[in-house]
């Protein structure tokens, strides 16, 4: 369609709509004027669906941050008491450990 004939159309459709205007009851009246009163006053609001959310993942940071900074370090490995009490056998018995090697290498 061309721009005249969008235009044509446009202005054929607002007259009816004029001309019909007239004729709606009361009733229908109000229940229109209440529905679009009602969707103007929802168009004002502004939507606020998105605030649990956005608080939802303040509180994930801020447990994040807090877990974080609060890390408590690993043990340390480096000494265990099974171990050590293993290596002190070895050192008691030194003499034996020796006595073996020198055995396995006559062999």
Known sequence: MSTDTNKAFVEKIRQQLEQHAGTVDDATTARL???RKGALARQARPARHWLPL???A???AVLLAVLLVHQTPAPDRGWDPLLAQDDIDLIEELDFYAWLEATQSNS
């Open 58 to 60: 303040a509180a994930a």
């Open 33 to 35: 004027a209440a529905a």
């Open 54 to 56: 956005t608080g939802l």
